[in-house]
């Protein structure tokens, strides 16, 4: 395992009560921007997003290396998804990807939710509820006019809105504390009504729990 900071949600927990806050299960790496000396800034996120969902997959699932940006372009060309000028270049990816790569190392299945314009998340609010209590794996989330990848680890439900956890790859830093994440935006509640209207979303759902004992991924 790397020496990446873990879990950096929990710096965001203490923003609602617990009341109806519904959060990823198990352990995970945050992965960003240069994390791990390679510089990806403007095109990596898609990746980053994937590795920090593929750490999760080592500590609760099956235990992995987490793949490169170069190796997870090698599985997309092994899987005829890209043609093979895709290895080395930096073209993005998305949900689908993802989706793809995570059913080729882990043999596990994901379920794509896809969102015509962001004013209609509140549509599919009760997939991601069902999705924490069910399985509490993180989430992917990319859009087209928004797209910027993102890491989804919770869903808090209010009488006006709800919020989603976001763990965003696209920092550059050392980061020290999941303090400083969230204090600086890397780590947010975002409401759904903050979301983009004019793009749609696709969300990638990896459909498997952790396997670990003694672990709420929900709290009512």
């Given at each position: 395992m790397s020496n990446l900071l873990k879990n950096v949600h929990e710096g965001a927990l203490n923003v609602f009560s617990s009341e109806?806050?519904?959060?990823v299960s198990g352990t995970y790496e945050y992965y960003h921007y240069l994390c791990d000396g390679f510089?990806?800034?403007?095109?990596?996120?898609?990746?980053?997003?994937?590795?920090?969902?593929?750490?999760?997959?080592?500590?609760?699932?099956q235990n992995k290396d987490v793949p490169s940006i170069r190796e997870i372009q090698d599985i997309l060309v092994q899987?005829?998804?890209?043609?093979?000028?895709?290895?080395?270049?930096?073209?993005?990816?998305?949900?689908?990807?993802?989706?793809?790569?995570?059913?080729?190392?882990?043999?596990v299945p994901c379920k794509i939710v896809h969102v015509n314009k962001g004013d209609e998340?509140?549509?599919?609010?009760?997939?991601?509820?069902?999705h924490?209590?069910?399985?509490?794996?993180?989430?992917m989330m990319g859009g087209d006019i928004d797209c910027s990848s993102k890491g989804i680890m919770g869903i808090h439900l209010d009488e006006r809105d709800a919020s989603l956890l976001i763990v965003d790859p696209h920092y550059v830093g050392k980061e020290q504390t999941q303090e400083f994440l969230f204090n600086k935006g890397w780590v947010?509640?975002?409401?759904?009504?903050?979301?983009?209207?004019?793009?749609?979303?696709?969300?990638?759902?990896?459909?498997?729990?952790?396997?670990?004992?003694?672990?709420?991924?929900?709290?009512?």
């Open positions: 109806n806050t519904y959060l510089d990806d800034k403007g095109w990596g996120c898609g990746y980053r997003t994937l590795q920090t969902i593929c750490s999760w997959m080592n500590y609760n699932h899987l005829e998804d890209k043609p093979k000028s895709f290895l080395g270049s930096r073209q993005w990816i998305g949900s689908f990807e993802v989706c793809l790569v995570i059913d080729k190392l882990y043999d998340l509140q549509k599919i609010v009760d997939i991601l509820v069902n924490f209590k069910t399985f509490g794996s993180p989430i947010k509640w975002q409401p759904l009504r903050d979301f983009l209207s004019s793009s749609f979303y696709n969300l990638c759902l990896p459909q498997v729990k952790a396997q670990c004992k003694n672990t709420r991924n929900y709290i009512t």
